[in-house]
């Protein structure tokens, strides 16, 4: 540490070190984020170090001021914030756009929000949010880049990497927090907050990797997951915290609890009080305590009774201060705000939007080639709840985004589609928390049906049933939706179903009668101008699943990273193998399934060497032929599976994607190249290992065995 904060720290009173340790709220009020008196006054006296949810540039400047002028140290403050997937534009959420199977898409979003945020004086964002999610029932997964760790990795990489830029002390370098560590996405039965039972084999191989990609790219804070791990919470939880996290990772930033998180130890169990809570979370290794006010109440306790010592307290404040510094405030309080402000404030990236919402979206089935729609289509129906509720749009977290800028399915397509006749009816409420309403407008959506060459259905969530604390048991169309949907079909009007929702929603005999499904999400402000692009044809779809899509509940967790049993069931049918006998084991859309305008032949899989040493990469290549009438661009993923090793092997693990852009008829060639780390694998005592003998490699558009090519290599031992 630079002398002088060695110098500074020894000037610090023990309120003062905990105020740094200490994480305040601004409030949202009806002129904008501002911050209470008694924060103000906590500020003065130096009790807070940082602040969440206080963003624009005038109230930065001003609380940051107060912090540097008028604290006896004047310690810069750090202002937080929750930058998801867009500050003042709003993208797809990350669970659609992580289906985009694009890491420069996923960095240019993150550094468009880097740059909206940090001029709006956030130097925090408490994003990406990394936890591999496998069950609808839980709404985070809408937060979630999906089910699998290595697709998770490499967002990640581009994350941070967009978020951060390449200099944490830049101006508009938004330092990030790699969230919530670790397994919090395993809650059991995907209810919210609940108990987190996973081995530590899969909490290596399936959660954390993203964290390790995080870290490795540099991210500036980790948040634990408000969750417990196998009993221990992972605030108080030092083997995570500081063997795994700081020891083998070697993570250096700091650790920011979730909020209240440490006095959440309390109903955890596992503290008796506040001076418990706090001498849990900090020798556990968390260094700020996000509004849990538990570190500046239970700290001085715990200190008196001999539960921390004052070494600990300063080894966090000490971490805190650093990081302060690399972040620039030090040098530059206001990370450039007080200069003239950037004409930019304000101004959205439509265009970015518009196109991170049209690669994001993925069309699941596409009858009868509805789409694009023909010109014969000239009466289009926009019917149903979400059809015209563009503020839903944005999804579960907004950050300062404005829910009126967002673009309307009904408003894009009438933009999109000037040629056509098209009116709208909603038919029924959304659904949900605050009622279902009543069936008074399914005659006029019905009517208006049988009037339409061709109904746009729009169903789906509204954004406060996905997020945090949104869990459902029944993760399918909420309300009367499902009878509207019946009655629109029924009147047999071509139909595309537009699913707006921050999951997959489980809806398998709608989804079976609807001629043409496009999985929408949350596609954010430039939603319904991306979605005219696509039904007008001016873009083909070319988003995929970043998640299984389930054929029934029951299935709940199905997704393709599963192992192998004693027990296979090679077909449908049979007794004693591993099968439900009234459903299913497989999704009803598999992880990378999504559809486009025209159709993809692949061949010749071809490696490098059949004999691969252990320092060597192995190339893998394969021809692509567009075989349709139109020009589209194909996702080629890449698995590998190890029939016999130490361990059983998950039956497909992903290694790499490339995409391809091809006009009609013709072929090209995607190559891969496969570092030796791709065919690691954790040995029994989870030490990453390479063992001999043969591994399957695999290619081909989704994780569905009968769709992939395949070929084998024998891997030389170490
Ligand atoms: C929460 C969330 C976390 C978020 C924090 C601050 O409750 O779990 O993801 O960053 O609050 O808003």
């Known amino acids: 540490m630079a002398k002088d904060l060695q110098k500074l720290l020894r000037r610090m009173t023990l309120v003062e070190k905990i105020g740094q340790l200490s994480m305040l709220s601004g409030d949202f009020t009806a002129t904008g984020p501002t911050l209470s008196p008694d924060f103000r006054d906590a500020v003065r006296a130096g009790r807070a170090g940082s602040l969440l949810n206080l963003w624009g540039r005038e109230a930065v400047l001003e609380v940051q001021r107060l912090a540097v002028e008028e604290t006896r140290l004047g310690i ?32 240019l979003t993150a550094r468009r929000s880097a740059a909206e945020a940090t001029a709006d004086g956030i130097s925090l964002t408490f994003a990406p949010m990394l936890d591999v999610a496998r069950d609808p029932r839980w709404g985070r997964i809408a937060e ?71 870290v490795q790219a540099g991210v500036a804070a980790v948040m634990p997951a408000l969750t417990d791990l196998g009993g221990v ?13 700081r020891r083998n990772q070697g993570f250096d930033g700091v650790i920011v609890s979730d909020h209240s998180a440490v006095s959440d130890l309390l109903a955890h169990g596992v503290a008796g009080d506040l001076a418990e809570a706090a001498a849990l979370a900090l020798r556990a290794g968390v260094d700020i305590d996000m509004m849990g006010r538990a570190y500046e109440r239970g700290l001085p306790l715990a200190l008196e009774r001999g539960l921390v010592t004052e070494r600990e307290i300063d080894a966090a404040v000490r971490r805190v201060l650093r990081w302060k510094q690399r972040l620039g405030l030090f040098e530059d309080p206001y990370r450039g705000l007080s200069a003239a402000p950037a004409q930019s404030v304000g101004h959205l990236d439509r265009a970015l939007a518009r196109e991170a919402a049209r690669r994001s979206m993925v069309l699941l089935k596409n009858d009868g080639d509805l789409l694009p729609l023909s010109a014969s289509a000239r009466r289009v129906a926009v019917i149903g709840p979400l059809a015209a509720a563009g503020g839903e749009l944005l999804g579960p977290w907004w950050a300062a985004g ?77 309300g009367l939706q499902r009878d509207l949907a019946e009655a629109v079909i029924a009147t047999g009007t071509p139909t595309l179903l537009v699913l707006t929702s921050g999951r997959p929603l489980i809806e398998p005999a709608i989804l079976s009668r ?15 101008a991306a979605l005219a692009d696509l039904v007008s044809g001016q873009a083909a779809p070319s988003g995929r699943l970043a998640v299984s899509w389930p054929a029934d ?43 486009g305008y025209t159709r993809f032949a692949l061949d010749t899989l071809t490696v490098t060497v059949d004999t691969l040493g252990p320092d060597q990469d192995l ?100």
Request: hydrophobic share 40%; aromatic share 8%; net charge negative.
């Open 76 to 107: 810069p403050l750090v202002f937080g914030f929750d930058v998801l997937h867009g500050h003042r534009t709003i993208f797809p959420i990350p669970l659609a756009e992580a289906g985009s199977f694009d890491p420069m898409l996923w960095e």
């Open 144 to 214: 979630s880049p999906g089910e699998d760790p290595w697709l998770a990795a490499a967002y990640a990489t581009a994350k941070v990497r967009g978020f951060q830029g390449d200099d944490l002390a830049s101006p508009d370098s938004l330092p990030a927090t790699a969230k919530h560590f670790g397994a919090y996405g395993a809650v059991l039965a995907g209810r919210e907050y609940a108990s987190v039972e996973v081995s530590e084999r899969t909490l290596h191989e399936v959660h954390l990797p993203a964290f390790v990609a995080a």
């Open 233 to 245: 919470p992972a605030t108080a939880h030092a083997p995570l915290l500081r063997r795994e996290l």
């Open 402 to 478: 404005d829910r009126a800028s967002a673009v309307s399915y009904r408003d894009g397509l009438a933009e999109g589609l000037p040629d056509r006749e098209i009116r709208h009816a909603a038919g029924c409420a959304i659904g949900g928390d605050g009622g279902n309403g009543d069936a008074s407008g399914f005659a006029e959506a019905v009517a208006l049906a049988r009037w339409s060459d061709v109904a746009v259905l729009c169903l789906g969530e509204a954004a406060e049933l996905s997020g945090e604390a949104a869990s459902r048991a029944d993760p399918g169309l909420p």
């Open 514 to 528: 609807a001629p043409a499904v496009m999985a929408a999400w949350f596609p954010g402000i430039e939603g319904g």
């Open 553 to 595: 509940r029951g299935q709940i967790p199905v997704f393709f990273g599963q192992r192998p049993t004693g027990r296979p069931a090679p077909g449908d049918g049979g007794r004693y193998v591993s099968r439900y006998l009234d459903r299913p084991s497989t999704p009803l859309y598999p992880f990378g399934h999504g559809m």
């Open 619 to 718: 190339g893998v290549s394969v021809g692509v032929t567009n075989t349709g009438r139109r020009a589209g661009q194909e996702t080629v993923l890449l698995f590998l599976h190890d029939p016999v090793a130490s361990s059983a092997r998950p039956l497909l693990e992903l290694r790499g994607f490339q995409r391809i852009e091809l006009q009609p008829g013709e072929r090209g060639t995607v190559r891969f190249t496969l570092p030796p780390a791709a065919f690691e694998l954790l040995d029994h005592r989870l030490r990453p290992a390479r063992e001999p003998g043969r591994v399957e490699i695999m290619v081909g558009p989704a994780a569905d065995r009968d769709r992939l090519l395949s070929t084998w290599i024998e891997l030389q031992p170490a």
